[in-house]
């Protein structure tokens, strides 16, 4: 009877949704027969009953001539979604998820408020178990699937690497021979997807043989990030609005999607220059006495740490550079490695300070103390109390911090209690203006 029940159960709350969000753990269950009633409720009744609507209103959509583009990877994700919104938004009406909302919950929230002539529908589809991207497909069935990367994010659920791109993948391979996959060609693993969708591939990237490639970029004085597109015969110099070398790639593949929908490129440089960015990614921050402080405290994994810690160094220059990390989570048996790696990275760019948060950043600095060709001076503290005033301690004229973890770390709370530090006695944006 147990059986029946939880097939029952199964087949109703929505078709290939992963066992992880239909049943709670003993130990995540609230105190209370109301609030488990509550839980269920909305679990096994209210959710469900969304989720077939969305499945429904999703195809009517399409019917009526929207086209739904769906955006995965290991990192970039919402960058990548919100340069698509701006350059679509050139031509077409377009409507894109917003917040940092599970997809599981906020492609039916955004799908079930789009109007019916909408034109171009983004949505972000961050996989976190296995199955979800089965799920999303089946919820709103994208005609342009957009694949920026895979690396170590949440290999705890999928195993490895492989068990991510397996799962990544399918925002590829479940498209029909008339959709569009466009595919990073940097990345090894995301190019090998190419040969295994019936879509129509369109690669983004850092050579010619993309349909768009980038080449000539740098951070400028104000910290934007320049790049020249190419495609074809064709070429723009873009001023990316975000600061960071990975932009350029992410820019190549909003500019792939545009391509794909008769856009020609001076129409998606000014969608691309005109992207809002969202809060606590790569955002600078301009402090009195000249310290720059780079707010990624949003997430974390192996490959945007690296991409970040290369921007601190190209930033810094001949000037101090501090790192605060927090610990990543969720990499599963490769959560050591991944911290090592990080700390070889850092002893690769000649970090000065480094302070930690979380048991295993330890083994980043055992590893950045044995890779350095200098002693770096590092901490690993228990709080983020302990990390401001560590750092405020360490802070000097003319300093570059990055500081960055995953978001459960909570590290924005260290970013904001350093700004309201120093607007006791004086802090600037960065157009010089004091806040």
């Known amino acids: 009877m147990k059986n029946i029940f939880e ?6 709350v929505g078709k290939y949704l992963p066992s ?14 109301y609030k488990n009633l509550r839980m269920y409720f909305r679990k096994w009744v209210i959710h469900p009953i ?3 609507k969305t499945h429904l209103r999703s195809r009517l959509l399409q019917h009526k001539g929207c086209k739904i583009v769906g955006v995965a ?7 990548t979604k919100q340069m698509l919104h701006s350059v679509l938004s050139q031509k077409f009406k377009t409507v894109s998820s917003k917040g940092n ?18 034109e171009m529908l983004v949505l972000e589809m961050s996989v976190e178990f296995p199955g979800e991207m089965n799920f999303y497909n089946w919820l709103a069935n994208p005609d342009i699937g957009v694949l920026i990367s895979v690396d170590w994010t949440h290999t705890e659920f999928f195993g490895d690497v492989e068990g991510v791109l397996k799962e990544e993948e399918k925002i590829a391979t479940l498209l029909s021979e008339n959709s569009f996959a466009v595919l990073n060609y940097d990345d090894k693993r995301v190019r090998s997807v190419a040969s295994k969708t019936k879509a129509k591939v369109l690669f983004f990237g850092s050579c010619n043989k993309c349909d768009v490639w980038f080449s000539d970029v740098f951070i400028t004085k ?11 015969n064709d070429r723009v110099k873009v001023l990316v609005p975000f600061l960071g070398y990975h ?23 000014i969608g691309i220059e005109e992207s809002k960015g969202e809060p606590h990614r790569m955002l600078p921050i301009l402090l009195r006495d000249n310290i720059t402080i780079i707010d990624d405290t949003y997430n974390a994994n192996p490959l945007a740490t690296k991409a970040a810690l290369k ?3 190209d930033v810094a220059g001949k000037r101090r550079k501090i790192f605060v990390f927090g610990e990543m989570k969720e990499l599963g048996a490769h959560a050591i490695k991944g911290h090592e790696d990080v700390g070889e990275y850092v002893a690769e760019v000649g970090v000065d300070e480094l302070i930690t948060i979380g048991a295993l950043t330890k083994e980043t600095i055992k590893s950045a103390s044995k890779n350095a060709k200098r002693k770096i001076n590092a901490v690993n503290l228990e709080s983020n109390q302990e990390v401001v005033k560590e750092l405020l301690k360490r802070l000097q004229p003319s300093d570059v911090v990055l500081i960055k973890g995953s978001r459960s770390m909570k590290l924005d709370e260290v970013v904001d209690t350093i700004q309201r530090f120093y607007k006791k006695v004086g802090a600037y944006n960065l157009k010089g203006v004091k806040n």
């Not at 097939?7 to 109703?12: A, L």
């Not at 856009?263 to 440089?269: A, G, R, T, V, Y």
């Open 247 to 269: 932009f350029a790639s992410l820019a190549a593949a909003a500019a792939c999607v545009g391509l794909i929908n008769n856009m020609d490129l001076l129409d998606i440089k």
């Open 101 to 118: 909302i599970d997809p599981v919950y906020n492609i039916p929230e955004t799908v079930l408020h789009t109007p019916l002539d909408t």
């Open 7 to 12: 097939e029952f159960i199964r087949i109703w």
């Open 311 to 313: 921007v601190l160094k």
């Open 222 to 232: 104000d910290l934007k990030t320049q790049v020249t597109l190419h495609h074809k």
């Open 50 to 52: 969304r989720r077939k």
């Open 20 to 33: 992880e969000h239909i049943w709670v753990k003993p130990e995540l269950k609230p105190v209370g027969i």
């Open 73 to 79: 990877g290991s990192a970039g994700k919402t960058t």
